[in-house]
């Protein structure tokens, strides 16, 4: 059934569809655009892919534009402080922990972070993290075959990543309830119209989760917990030319890790169980052929990124695709529309779960690709084929509730049963 969104811009003729375009910006979106941001995305692309907003920045809406960013680190930087200190306030919660975070930082700081993370995404230890993660999967998949279904989201996108996550930080599971409303909270502070009711949530939330760490921190020095807790122990271990992390910079990751692995993986396993529901001949081709699964994931990614937007900052004049741009220039990349680019995808509105080659942006690019993808790729691929499996026939049983943000695509709730 088409969306609001396909049918307002169907009905446009060509002088509305040209003054969309003109006049489009990102912090002046509504309802129908949160819902189905896509056939606003083409328009941008077909119209005006390079497109200056009134406020000044740029948006980026081809493949090809948000590639040249990606791999150019120097002109394009990540470093948020111009942006972060009139939107949230020098000094709140909000602005340490997003100025001091991997992914809103360059070298030398994500250099830093990044190289002590490393050792805890490689193949091995992803291997080591597997069987557990499995287990996990079948304990919640039980749970719902004793119901006859279950929420998607709530009872499994969303448990599933906090588990794993919790474990790398060797958070114990009797306090792990508050860290998805935390997550929620302090991520849906970057969408780009905050609320002054999302503001005050993300600095609450921010506050409490960095008091927690640090209690958990002190504790985990002093008695470090067997078997998990790996990827805080490299966080706290000195590296190899001596340095180490502040305990603000320490505290302010830990928050990211979650925060990235649990919104991508969430969202990646949300969309991917929504899509199978919306295209059915496709849910039955993965049903015929399991070992799809890997393009499956990527396809799923590609269609519906968890990430939808991105932002980088004119660290020195430049041009783009013909445009002049002035140093301090925001730009905000526009990681769906880009991933629905036909001139990267043929047929890009089409879900193939065979996609060949699928060269996707949800993971990003260049040195601020995500360091979790591995994770988030094995957490998606182990998630929906066990429940491909386990249920081959599911069907919504109630409403489903999309999350209403435009920089995170997924659902908050997802009730399905299963036949």
Same mark, same amino acid.
Request: charged letters at 25%; glycine letters at 8%.
């Given at each position: 059934m088409p969306t609001?969104?396909?049918?307002?811009? !169907?009905?446009?003729? /060509? @002088? @509305?569809?040209? @003054?969309?375009?003109?006049? =489009?910006?990102?912090?002046?979106?509504?309802r129908d655009f949160l819902d189905d941001p896509f056939? *606003?995305?083409?328009?941008?692309?077909?119209?005006?892919?390079?497109? %200056?907003?009134?406020g000044g920045g740029i948006f980026l809406a081809r493949w090809e534009d948000l590639q040249a960013v990606y791999r150019d680190a120097r002109t394009y930087v990540s470093e948020k402080t111009a942006e972060f200190g009139p939107k949230f306030g020098v000094g709140t919660p909000l602005y340490r922990h997003h100025?001091?975070?991997l992914v809103f930082n360059d070298p030398p700081l994500h250099t830093r972070v990044r190289r002590l993370l490393a050792p805890a995404f490689t193949p091995r230890a992803l291997a080591l993290l597997q069987p557990r993660f499995e287990a996990m999967v079948d304990r919640l998949l039980d749970r719902a075959a004793a119901q006859g279904g279950m929420d998607v989201v709530t009872e499994y996108a969303a448990a599933l990543p906090v588990e794993i996550i919790g474990d790398m930080l060797a958070i114990p599971h009797e306090e792990r309830a508050p860290l998805r409303d935390w997550s929620l909270a302090i991520l849906g502070a970057l969408e780009p119209?905050?609320?002054?009711?999302?503001?005050?949530?993300?600095?609450e939330a921010v506050a409490a989760f960095s008091d927690f760490l640090r209690r958990h921190i002190r504790r985990y020095r002093a008695t470090p917990p067997a078997g998990f807790g790996q990827v805080l122990g490299l966080l706290l271990a000195e590296g190899s030319d001596g340095d180490r992390l502040s305990e603000e910079e320490l505290v302010q990751n830990c928050i990211f890790l979650l925060n990235a692995g649990h919104e991508t993986t969430t969202n990646l396993i949300g969309n991917g169980v929504g899509l199978l529901v919306? =295209? &059915?001949? /496709?849910?039955?081709? #993965? %049903?015929? /052929?399991?070992? #799809?699964? !890997?393009?499956?994931? /990527?396809? *799923?990614?590609?269609?519906?990124?968890?990430?939808?937007?991105?932002? %980088?900052?004119?660290?020195?004049?430049?041009? #783009?695709?013909?445009?002049?741009?002035e140093p301090g220039t925001s730009i905000t990349l526009g990681i769906g529309a880009a991933n629905r680019d036909p001139a990267q995808f043929p047929d890009p509105d089409r879900l193939d779960l065979g996609r060949? &080659?699928?060269?996707?942006? @949800?993971?990003? $690019?260049?040195i601020h690709a995500c360091a979790g993808m591995t994770l988030a790729r094995l957490e998606g691929r182990i998630a929906i084929?066990?429940?491909?499996? %386990? *249920?081959?026939? =599911?069907?919504? $049983?109630?409403?489903?509730?999309r999350g209403g943000r435009a920089r995170f695509r997924g659902y908050l709730s997802y009730p399905v049963a299963f036949a």
């Amino acid at each position: 059934m088409p969306t609001a969104s396909r049918q307002r811009v !169907d009905a446009m003729d /060509e @002088a @509305a569809r040209s @003054a969309y375009a003109a006049g =489009f910006d990102i912090k002046a979106i509504d309802r129908d655009f949160l819902d189905d941001p896509f056939p *606003f995305y083409r328009l941008l692309r077909e119209r005006d892919p390079v497109h %200056r907003m009134p406020g000044g920045g740029i948006f980026l809406a081809r493949w090809e534009d948000l590639q040249a960013v990606y791999r150019d680190a120097r002109t394009y930087v990540s470093e948020k402080t111009a942006e972060f200190g009139p939107k949230f306030g020098v000094g709140t919660p909000l602005y340490r922990h997003h100025t001091t975070s991997l992914v809103f930082n360059d070298p030398p700081l994500h250099t830093r972070v990044r190289r002590l993370l490393a050792p805890a995404f490689t193949p091995r230890a992803l291997a080591l993290l597997q069987p557990r993660f499995e287990a996990m999967v079948d304990r919640l998949l039980d749970r719902a075959a004793a119901q006859g279904g279950m929420d998607v989201v709530t009872e499994y996108a969303a448990a599933l990543p906090v588990e794993i996550i919790g474990d790398m930080l060797a958070i114990p599971h009797e306090e792990r309830a508050p860290l998805r409303d935390w997550s929620l909270a302090i991520l849906g502070a970057l969408e780009p119209m905050l609320t002054p009711a999302q503001h005050a949530s993300g600095n609450e939330a921010v506050a409490a989760f960095s008091d927690f760490l640090r209690r958990h921190i002190r504790r985990y020095r002093a008695t470090p917990p067997a078997g998990f807790g790996q990827v805080l122990g490299l966080l706290l271990a000195e590296g190899s030319d001596g340095d180490r992390l502040s305990e603000e910079e320490l505290v302010q990751n830990c928050i990211f890790l979650l925060n990235a692995g649990h919104e991508t993986t969430t969202n990646l396993i949300g969309n991917g169980v929504g899509l199978l529901v919306a =295209f &059915p001949d /496709e849910a039955e081709r #993965l %049903r015929r /052929e399991p070992g #799809l699964i !890997d393009s499956a994931v /990527e396809e *799923f990614l590609r269609y519906e990124s968890s990430n939808q937007l991105g932002n %980088r900052r004119v660290a020195q004049a430049t041009t #783009l695709a013909g445009l002049a741009l002035e140093p301090g220039t925001s730009i905000t990349l526009g990681i769906g529309a880009a991933n629905r680019d036909p001139a990267q995808f043929p047929d890009p509105d089409r879900l193939d779960l065979g996609r060949t &080659p699928n060269r996707h942006l @949800a993971f990003g $690019a260049g040195i601020h690709a995500c360091a979790g993808m591995t994770l988030a790729r094995l957490e998606g691929r182990i998630a929906i084929g066990k429940l491909m499996q %386990r *249920f081959p026939r =599911f069907a919504p $049983a109630g409403p489903a509730k999309r999350g209403g943000r435009a920089r995170f695509r997924g659902y908050l709730s997802y009730p399905v049963a299963f036949a």
